[in-house]
């Protein structure tokens, strides 16, 4: 006897989308067909609705155990799984991975805690690899670096990035590069702090374009110099989208990540908005967002995520806009903001599932166990109602932060049901999950 069948479907596959029915074994696809199939415990009638996989956040800063007055993993991995994300990818800069016993200490830790399945990201600090491909067998995702120092953690030169990056292709890792100028960004905070600026307009005069510019350049060669996989994160402006198309067609292994804040949040709302609209690097011009968000419909971006980095309202009025914590939430609006650019024709339902789904799975080496609705794959799986029309809340954020950059957001199109391996985790926003019932994924 088979566990769930969902019926009357309309299934977005690889290979476009069909009417359908999916059956679900065991926490696997077992089939999907054009008729029902008798045997079933539970039926889901989704008449009207959409079914895709299961989204993929693979950049998430959940902050647990040090900052759990900003976030933790349950208060994150609740807003996934309302959100129709069923795996994420954390990393934490105030308690990084550098070593095989962080990695255990910290999955033993996460593992009663998360609702929805998770990975985790470890650190590279300059000169530290001893640890790194170690780390890749346990199935770490990708290892995190800097090229500015920020958050905390220490900024790579081009030697050490260099370094790293040999080291990693070594053994065919992945790296998730934050791309600054290190010397830019120094340089213009010691002007901007001479001239006593601390005005919301600070953040895109510090965080430069053509410190995000120079770095993404730099890195990009290093890629192709070094063969190793890159991930560029968040881009921020089309200019570098084009510099990471140029590092392609010449044979680097990189790909370019971005998040809905670069596409919707422009830079003098944002500036208004004072310490509530710091994240860096920064949201560009209204133009250079839609521009990004043409280039995310044309399909040269590769992968979309949140980047949730939460803070309260207590934390980010607390200070100046230099001493409030950079970041937002996000992981809770994500995927409502994007339904919405589908359904606004800004992007084809196949290219935000590829980006939120698919590509990041191929990435992480997840696919097609996740990421894909084939049989075998896992049952990670979100209806969705493209028809629902809803404004985003502060007071519905299910982050720690109860804030949402996005309030007062007119969406189009929501997650209604959430399935985890099978397992009805959200319906009709009501949470079903639990903590402990997330899985530690390791890439294969």
Known sequence: MYDIQIINAKIQTEQGQIEGNITISNGKI???????????????????????????????????????????FIHGTTAAAMAGVT??????????????????KYKSYIEERSLVDFGFAAHIWPGQYDQLEKLWQEGIAYFKVFTCTTHGVPGQNSASLHGAFTKV?????????????DSLTAENEKVLKGNNRDDGHVIQEWRSKAAEAISVANVCFIAKETGAHVTIAHLSHPDVVGIVQEAKEAGAKVLAEI?????????????????????????????????????????????????????????????????????????????????????NNKLSLAGFVRMYAENPAKALGLYPK????????????????????????DDGICSKAKWS?????????????????????????KLLGKPGDGNYVKRA
């Open 169 to 181: 292709a070594s053994f065919g890792g992945r790296v998730l590069v934050h791309c600054e100028d």
């Open 259 to 343: 998040c809905p804040q670069y596409l919707y949040l422009e830079e003098n709302t944002l500036a208004a908005r004072g310490s509530f609209g710091k994240f860096t690097p920064p949201s560009r011009s209204a133009r250079e967002s839609q521009e990004l968000m043409e280039l995310v419909g044309k399909g040269e971006l590769d992968i979309l995520a949140s980047d949730h980095a939460p803070s309260t309202k207590r934390h980010k009025d607390s200070g100046s806009i230099w001493t409030s914590p950079f970041g937002l939430p996000g992981i809770d609006t994500t995927s409502a903001v994007m339904l919405t650019a589908v359904n």
């Open 30 to 72: 077992e089939a999907i067909s054009s008729s029902p199939l008798a045997n079933v415990k539970q039926t889901i009638d989704a008449e009207g609705l959409l079914v895709l996989p299961g989204f993929i956040d693979q950049h998430v800063h959940f902050m647990d155990p040090t900052e759990t007055d900003r976030e933790d």
């Open 405 to 429: 950059p996005f309030n007062g957001f007119q969406c189009t199109g929501k997650p209604v049901m959430t399935l985890l391996r099978g397992q009805i985790i959200m319906s009709e926003g």
């Open 87 to 104: 795996t994420v990818i954390e990393h934490t800069h105030s308690r990084p991975i550098l070593t095989v016993e962080d990695f255990l």
């Open 370 to 393: 996740k990421g894909c609705i084939r049989v075998g794959a896992d049952a990670d799986l979100v209806l969705v109602d493209m028809k629902k029309k809803w404004t985003i809340q």
